[in-house]
T-cell receptor
Framework: SQELEQSPQSLIVQEGKNLTINCTSS?????LYWYKQKYGEGLIFLMM?????EEKSHEKITAKLDEKKQQSSLHITASQPSHAGIYLC????????????FGTGTRLQVTL | DVKVTQSSRYLVKRTGEKVFLECVQD?????MFWYRQDPGLGLRLIYF???????EKGDIPEGYSVSREKKERFSLILESASTNQTSMYLC????????????FGDGTRLSIL
């Protein structure tokens, strides 16, 4: 079965600093999904990556998928308190998005 | 915007009770999913459905059943609730296919006493 490892497990950064979260798969991915979860709430879809070497950005968040399609990174530039939450990566190992495997998440705190 | 609505944000039930968690989506999605989320374990798939009256077991189906009588509604049933089913339950829906994300509800925090 597919396993996803996220690092770090938790992160505390000062407002304005940059940060990177990593997601590594044990198998080649058909698709990699990034979600954000505010404490005690549901998941909000951020971005999806499918092609090796693909990079997508939305506001101050950039996600990349490596050429081998086994590792993804999520980079936040000039972090703000609104970026605080849990970031989860989800992997599609079948090409149908019918069964996603999720990492255990990275908890981000942004201090003033 | 896709809207996935879970019937309760918080629920407290007793051991042995039959518990129903309801989920409704408004985007005519074929696929619907039930996950549970526990600290240190992440999200784990319980059941999913790719069509009305169709269901497939996920990674942890034991102790649960599901019902999908209408396309927009997917119910999770705890036949006889136990304390180890205390968890955050998340419903999701999606179109399916390799480039379609799943969209999640706000979750139900279920406590079994």
């Amino acid at each position: 079965s597919q396993e996803l490892e996220q690092s770090p497990q938790s992160l505390i950064v000062q407002e304005g600093k940059n940060l990177t979260i990593n997601c590594t798969s044990s198998k080649t991915l058909y698709g990699l999904y990034w979600y954000k979860q505010k404490y005690g709430e549901g998941l909000i879809f951020l971005m999806m990556l499918q092609k090796g070497g693909e990079e997508k950005s939305h506001e101050k968040i950039t996600a990349k998928l490596d050429e081998k399609k086994q590792q993804s990174s999520l980079h936040i530039t000039a972090s703000q308190p609104s970026h605080a939450g849990i970031y989860l990566c989800g992997a599609d190992g079948t090409g149908t998005a019918s069964k996603l495997t999720f990492g255990t998440g990275t908890r981000l705190q942004v201090t003033l | 915007d896709v809207k996935v609505t879970q019937s309760s944000r918080y629920l407290v039930k007793r051991t042995g009770e039959k518990v129903f968690l309801e989920c409704v989506q408004d985007m005519d999605h074929e696929n619907m999913f039930w996950y549970r989320q526990d600290p240190g374990l992440g999200l784990r798939l319980i059941y999913f459905s790719y069509d009305v009256k169709m269901k497939e077991k996920g990674d942890i189906p034991e102790g649960y059943s599901v019902s999908r009588e209408k396309k927009e509604r997917f119910s999770l049933i705890l036949e006889s609730a136990s304390t180890n089913q205390t968890s955050m339950y998340l419903c999701a829906s999606g179109l399916g296919g390799s480039n379609q994300p799943q969209h999640f509800g706000d979750g139900t925090r279920l406590s079994i006493l």
